[in-house]
């Protein structure tokens, strides 16, 4: 394992991380949007805006830390020698962003050790360094206590492929009647950021991919929140529950 901060590494994330946001905001104002092209079902997309983000991500990278290895959603696994591995999401709320609606991201996680997930419309960046509390903005991150399943307000997220959908439909149907409600807004990384704030009380998806979680997971369980592996089942894939310790096994319960 390499020796280098994890100061030094928070430095990296947030300069690869502000050089996808540039990318990003710059392909936002434009009228439309080129280069869309579907990749595992019809609806789950990949624009030029993608491709040009995590691009300016990897170049910080292999500029500044050439012997990192760099997982990347819409580029090729680059191997590397530091035993440091960067898990990068370029553009996390990808239907959002070409759709206009303000709810997308940058994720940027180095393996176990720095989180940065940097919301450019709303200008807030929740970030970790090992492990650390938090913050977002200089500000101390407050997740939620809550202990009473039935006033919490409980984040998802839905696959592409429209039976895992019905699979998680059936999922809402059967939790809704028992929380204060539902939301979902489109980008598992931001759902991450914003439990650990405290904005939500817990949240849960199956079927995010490495790199959507890599950054928020770490940021939740630095913020002192509880997280779980819930199995496949019923034809949906494995996935993530966080939430408060209270909350933790009544969401369980109802979501294995």
Request: glycine share 8%; with cysteine; aromatic share 4%.
């Amino acid at each position: 394992m390499s020796e280098v901060s994890g100061r030094e590494l928070l430095a990296v994330a947030l300069q690869a991380a502000n050089a996808a946001a540039g990318v990003l905001v710059s392909h936002a104002r434009r009228a439309t949007h080129t280069g869309v092209t579907a990749k595992s079902t019809p609806t789950d997309l990949v624009s030029a805006a993608d491709l040009a983000a995590e691009a300016a991500i990897r170049e910080v990278l292999r500029r500044e830390r050439p012997d990192d290895a760099i997982l990347g959603e819409e580029g090729e696994d680059q191997p590397g020698t530091s035993g440091l591995r960067w898990i990068v999401d370029p553009l996390d709320g990808t239907i959002n962003f070409l759709f206009g609606i303000d709810q997308w991201c940058v994720s940027i996680a180095c393996e176990g050790r720095v989180g940065v997930i940097l919301d450019p419309v709303r200008g807030e960046c929740f970030q970790v360094v090992d492990g650390a509390p938090p913050p977002v903005d200089d500000a101390p991150l407050v997740p939620s206590e809550r202990a009473d399943l039935a006033t919490a307000l409980v984040a998802t997220g839905f696959g592409y492929d429209a039976q895992v959908r019905r699979g998680q439909a059936a999922q809402v149907a059967q939790l809704l009647p028992l929380v204060r409600d539902i939301r979902r807004l489109g980008s598992a990384a931001l759902d991450l950021a914003w439990t650990a704030a405290g904005r939500y009380d817990a949240y849960y998806e199956r079927g995010p991919q490495i790199w959507d979680l890599a950054a928020g997971l770490l940021i939740c369980e630095a913020a002192g929140l509880h997280t779980r592996t819930l199995p496949a089942r019923d034809g949906m894939p494995e996935g993530v529950l966080v939430a408060p310790a209270e909350l933790i096994d009544p969401l369980a319960a109802l979501l294995v």
